[in-house]
């Protein structure tokens, strides 16, 4: 079965320092692997995937992520914290096909950005 | 597209009353999803659908949760009775496979 682990249930970041979300993920062949944001009171947003080609993925808002085949990592990175960041982000893994083809979802990390 | 539309958006009930949540998917999109969202469990896959077919509802958490797709434009949860402890966020959410899933701004539901 497929799984997905944010280890960090709370990421404290300071406005203008770099900021990295951790997730690591487990799937039976080539991974398909998602970021997700949650602002207060809406739904989950879509910020970036990564299917296959380069390892580094550039998405919304100016985040990127760098996948990892090794190590079975996709850490969320920005080089330079925004208050308006401050969120809670998802990452999900799913399998191109089989039974692992509906994505799981990570716990969430909540990212404060303080100014 | 004006993207997942989900109603209502804030829904408060009283214990042992019947709620029904509504969902319509993006045009084109074969599949939809019902997650629960709280504190304690994070995100929970309740039940899923493709062309209209439940596929998975093993995570559906009682028998008091029913889901239909009655077409590919409308979905519907419903809690009977309610309890307390069904007091959530519920998303819906709907995916091409050729695609990213794609989440509805939720409904706040609150049993008293």
């Known amino acids: 079965a497929q799984s997905v682990a944010q280890p960090e249930d709370q990421v404290n970041v300071a406005e203008g320092n770099p900021l990295t979300v951790k997730c690591t993920y487990s799937?039976?062949?080539?991974?398909?692997l998602f970021w997700y944001v949650q602002y207060p009171n809406r739904g989950l947003q879509f910020l970036l995937k990564?299917?296959?080609?380069?390892?580094l993925v550039k998405g919304s808002y100016g985040f990127e992520a760098e996948f990892n085949k090794s190590q079975t990592s996709f850490h969320l990175k920005k080089p330079s914290a925004l208050v308006s960041d401050s969120a809670l982000y998802f990452c999900?893994?799913?399998?191109?096909?089989?039974?692992?083809?509906?994505?799981?979802f990570g716990r969430g990390t909540s990212l404060i950005v303080h100014p | 597209d004006a993207g997942v539309i989900q109603s209502p958006r804030h829904e408060v009930t009283e214990m042992g009353q019947e709620v029904t949540l509504r969902c319509k998917p993006i045009?084109?999109?074969?599949?939809l999803f019902w997650y629960r969202q709280t504190m304690m469990r994070g995100l929970e896959l309740l039940i899923y659908?493709?062309?209209?077919?439940?596929?998975?509802d093993s995570g559906m958490p009682e028998d008091r949760f029913s889901a239909k797709m009655p077409n590919a434009s409308f979905s519907t949860l419903k809690i009977q009775p309610s309890e307390p402890r069904d007091s959530a966020v519920y998303f819906c959410?709907?995916?091409?496979?050729?695609?990213?899933?794609?989440f509805g701004p939720g409904t706040r539901l609150t049993v008293l």
């Open positions: 799937v039976s062949g080539n991974p398909y």
């Open positions: 959410a709907s995916w091409a496979s050729w695609d990213t899933q794609y």
């Open positions: 659908f493709n062309n209209n077919v439940p596929i998975d």
């Open positions: 045009s084109g999109h074969d599949y």
């Open positions: 990564y299917i296959t080609g380069d390892n």
């Open positions: 999900a893994v799913r399998a191109p096909s089989g039974g692992s083809y509906i994505p799981t």
